[in-house]
Structure formats: structure tokens, C-alpha cells
């Protein structure tokens, strides 16, 4: 995979062992969103090889590209022009992954997808023309390492700016940024936290760039960590008991939602957002596996997870489509192909 990018982050050592430091409480904060923008929790629960939830993103805000770990631990691609007609077969993109990927478009027509590799560093693979052709794998962002059973985040706050999240072998959340597409990057930074997850990361493309990061705490709940004018706020719970070996997902839409998605300890899908008065949104479903999701546009959210319910490992999406049914999601439907 060829790149286009450089970097901003401070300047802090790559991702290998430093102390744990403890998480610290702070007030949350809502941040406006971008449908293009995606993110993918890449722990697997109690699935055959291959299987997880797959890295998701939307190229022009109607069509979904999906990124899945095949049981061959190669990537494989596929494609709904609507988000919601699938192709039943999958495009193979090769490499030897060691996580499920996760995925981002910047503009229509670019894709960038990450995984963590069999030694265990961040690689990345991406087009420059809607997939008609890929560059080849490269490894991204300098030799920073990911825990074991963790995979990265990626969000993108303009057409060329990214921003990388990966849980470190020490358990603690790190990132990195490109200005110019992935062409360069700049030094890993910690940010810190004890985490028990991979992390789920979402971003906007307002001036000020607004980034929310999502993670399981030590205390299995979903604890949060917002960017916004330049500087992190602290740490703070946001309440939820997720399941063990699995990963939150955010999304956001419009200007005025952030979400996050995961896996409670019943195996069902919950939704939260910023704002909310109303209490974790129960999205059902038995799932096997982390949620991913996004938001392709204003109003509309999809999601993916692998799931128990007749395919052990199929996978499934749900829709919530705000403008047709307000407040309500579709059911999970297996995808065939997969």
C-alpha cells in the first residue's frame, strides 16, 4: 500500500512498554459528526478463525464497503452501491492478518484499511479509485506495536488528514496522525488509560476537529476520551458493561451526534449517544463479536457484528433509518457470501 500523508502528533516514543497510568474522570462532551468516518473493534468472542465483525465506511454516503478477516486470515472486500444489495462474493485483498480490519474513506473513491499484522505492527492497504485497483501493503506509521487480540481505529477529519488509534502492549491508548493521506506520519503519542479493549474511534470535519475514542475499562465499562481545539479532555465513564474480549464502535452523523455501539455481557447490541437521556438503547441480536459501525448520512446508522443465531459465524447487519421509522432500528439479517 502506497501513501500520501504527514503527521501531526507529539512527539512521544512508539507503542511498546510504558507505564500504565489509571484513568481519570472529566465531563463528556458531544462532538458533531461525519458519515465517513468509521471505525472497527477487532476482538472476536468464542469465533473460528476469520470470523469478528468486519471495518466498515461509505465512499459517497450511500454505498457501504465492507473489510472482512477471512477464515484464511487474508482480507477480503465487498460492496453494496445502496448499503443494502450485497454481491456474494468477496474480492480478495491478500496480506496475513492478525486482528479484523478497520476502514476509512476520506473522499469518494479513497479507502484506507488497517490491521494489525502477524508481527503484531500497524499495516495498511488503500485505493485511490473505489477500489478499482489497491497499492500494496506497506506498514504504517513507524514500528509502534499493538496488544495481542487487538486491532486499530482509524478516522478521518478531511480528505487527507488521519488519525490512528491502537491499544499498545502496555495496555495503554496511542495515536497517530497524517496531514497528507498516509504518506507520513508523525510519532506515536500515548494518551494514556488502562484499556481491556481495542479501541473505537470517530471523527469530524469541523475546523477544530473533533475526535471521540471509546474503550473497555478495567472495570468492564465503556470510558471515553474527546479531542476538540487542539487538546484531550480527561477520561471519563460513560457507563455500559461490555463484554469480555470485545470492543466498543462509534459513529457519527450531521452536526450534532456522536454514538457509540457494543457488546453487552448478554451478547446483545446497545446503542449510546452523547446527549441521551434516555438510557443505553437495546439493538438486540446474539452477537459473537464486536459491533462496527457507521453513519453514511444524517439520520441513517448501519451496523455489523458476527452472530450465533443459525450461522454461528455469519454476519450480520441491522439499519437505523431515522426518517423512516424515528427512534427504531430493522432487524439483523445474515449476509450470504461470507
Not at 486491532?151 to 497524517?178: H, I, K, M, Q
Request: aromatic fraction near 10%.
Amino acid at each position: 500500500m502506497k501513501h500520501k500523508r504527514i503527521l501531526i502528533t507529539a512527539a512521544v516514543a512508539a507503542l511498546l512498554l510504558v507505564s500504565c497510568c489509571a484513568i481519570s474522570a472529566s465531563a463528556l462532551s458531544s462532538s458533531p459528526s461525519w458519515g465517513t468516518s468509521s471505525n472497527l473493534a477487532p476482538a472476536v468472542v468464542g469465533a473460528p478463525v476469520g470470523a469478528g465483525a468486519p471495518g466498515v465506511c461509505s465512499q459517497n454516503g450511500t454505498n457501504l464497503d465492507l473489510f472482512i478477516r477471512g477464515a484464511d486470515n487474508h482480507l477480503y472486500w465487498k460492496e453494496s452501491p445502496d448499503g443494502t444489495t450485497w454481491p456474494l462474493t468477496l474480492a480478495p485483498l491478500n496480506g496475513t492478518l492478525a486482528s479484523a480490519p478497520c476502514a476509512v474513506s476520506p473522499s469518494n473513491g479513497v479507502i484506507d484499511v488497517f490491521v494489525r499484522g502477524t508481527d503484531s505492527h500497524l499495516w495498511e492497504r488503500n485505493t485511490t479509485d473505489g477500489g478499482i485497483t489497491w497499492n500494496p501493503w506497506v506498514q504504517a506509521a513507524g514500528n509502534g506495536k499493538l496488544a495481542a487480540n487487538t486491532g486499530p481505529s482509524v478516522v478521518a477529519w478531511s480528505p487527507t488528514g488521519l488519525a490512528v488509534f491502537v491499544c499498545g502492549t502496555d495496555n495503554v491508548l496511542w495515536w497517530t496522525t497524517s496531514t497528507n493521506g498516509g504518506g507520513s506520519w508523525g510519532t506515536w503519542a500515548s494518551l494514556k488509560g488502562v484499556l481491556t479493549s481495542a479501541p473505537g474511534a470517530t471523527a469530524t470535519t469541523e475546523a477544530n476537529h473533533q475526535i471521540g475514542v471509546f474503550v473497555r475499562g478495567t472495570d468492564g465499562a465503556v470510558w471515553y476520551k474527546h479531542y476538540v481545539s487542539g487538546s484531550w479532555n480527561s477520561w471519563t465513564s460513560v457507563g455500559g458493561a461490555v463484554l469480555n474480549n470485545t470492543s466498543p464502535s462509534a459513529y457519527n452523523w450531521g452536526d450534532s451526534q456522536i454514538g457509540w455501539l457494543f457488546t453487552g455481557t448478554d451478547s446483545h447490541c446497545y446503542r449510546y449517544w452523547a446527549g441521551n437521556t434516555i438510557g443505553q438503547e437495546n439493538v438486540g441480536g446474539t452477537l459473537t463479536s464486536s459491533p462496527s459501525a457507521v453513519a453514511k448520512a444524517n439520520g441513517f446508522i448501519d451496523a455489523f457484528a458476527r452472530g450465533s443465531s443459525g450461522q454461528f459465524a455469519a454476519l450480520y447487519q441491522n439499519s437505523f433509518n431515522y426518517p423512516a421509522y424515528p427512534g427504531g432500528w430493522g432487524v439483523w439479517n445474515a449476509l450470504g457470501g461470507v
